[in-house]
DNA sequence: ACCACTACATAGTAAAACTAGGTAGCACTA
DNA sequence: TAGTGCTACCTAGTTTTACTATGTAGTGGT
């Protein structure tokens, strides 16, 4: 992955998942293949699971352990209501920067 | 400064310096005020001059040492070749990433 | 038994912004 | 002339986060 894209990454990828939860739980597994499949094509399986580790730590998700058909038993996410409250900071975050960024861009500046 | 803020800021704050540069250019104490001046309230003015060291290593901006009529003399940094075509790829990331997250806001996905 | 795929996990590294200081030049004033 | 305030630059050490690289396990097919 471009470097640039790396460095991005860090502050919004979790941001990223928690979107990807809402109203739709998910396991690690099926996270990383989404994430794959919506662009981000080279997000290494290791930094999705200690992201995971790490927002269940914060407690923004709650996790549920299912049997799977194929394979290991799976870690279910759920985005809680802490999740939900991060991922509207996240947003507002978001908003500011990104719009910031796009007054940088028409402005030439 | 928010701790989501001071995340995101990795891999765009190079940017947005770069950005602030083309056609203008400027010394690191001048880019810290303008960076406030624009709602970066909070950036630490060691941020700035630690970052204005890794673009002129990376050989992005050209330096010019100019008396100022108050105080040490100032770094004028240029932004040079290499340095738009840095802040073009930058610009193709921030596209990247950008379409992707309002495309995931507008799902609620 | 072996392989392919699913699925989770971790130790160590690198990059970037932070905190928390320090140095230095100039102007004004008590 | 000592002190204060503003301008201006710089650095050492810390924290966070994504990375690389690898390891562990369960299931099904050959």
Redesign the interface.
Known sequence: M?K?????????LE??VL??L???PAYGYEITTSLRA???TEIAEGTVYALLVRIEQKGLVDVEKRPSEKGPPRKVYTLNARGEKELN???N??S???E??EQ??RE??
Chains 1, 2 share one sequence.
């Open positions: 471009g640039q894209m790396t460095e991005m990454l860090k502050g919004t941001g990223i979107a990807l809402t109203g739709n919506q662009g981000f900071e996240f947003w975050t978001w500011f920067l990104s910031r960024l940088l861009r030439g500046n």
